[in-house]
Nanobody
Framework: QVRLVERGGGLAQPGGSLRLSCATSGINFKIYTMNWYRQSPGNERELVAT???????NYPDSVQGRFTISRDNARSTVFLQMSSLKPEDTAVYYC?????????WGQGTRVTVSS
């Protein structure tokens, strides 16, 4: 019933940009906090952006000033605009929320930053 579907991953050069989206269904989207996580092989899954229902946002130092999370409540979709990309941004990016007492994850979209 609950679905999160990420799109927009791909190959970018260092210094380039990508825009990810996560379309949701099965939840009352506008009341929930939405998150983006990323994970690369051998590393822990890392929280990279959060947007709350009131529109406030949070970022770790690793992406501060380069990534922007936003939401479109009319479309039940959350976005991640990534700029000034670095090779260390290479990872699978996942959309996440907690609803109905449990976490939900998308299938992930792969981002590769390389020359």
């Amino acid at each position: 019933q609950v679905r999160l579907v990420e799109r927009g991953g791909g190959l970018a050069q260092p210094g380039g940009s990508l825009r990810l989206s996560c379309a949701t269904s099965g939840i009352n989207f506008k009341i929930y906090t939405m998150n983006w996580y990323r994970q690369s092989p051998g590393n822990e899954r890392e929280l990279v952006a959060t947007i709350n229902s009131d529109g406030s946002t949070n970022y770790p130092d690793s992406v501060q000033g380069r990534f922007t999370i936003s939401r479109d409540n009319a479309r039940s979709t959350v976005f991640l605009q990534m700029s000034s990309l670095k090779p260390e941004d290479t990872a699978v990016y996942y959309c996440n929320t907690r609803a109905r007492g449990q976490p939900f994850w998308g299938q992930g979209t792969r981002v590769t930053v390389s020359s």
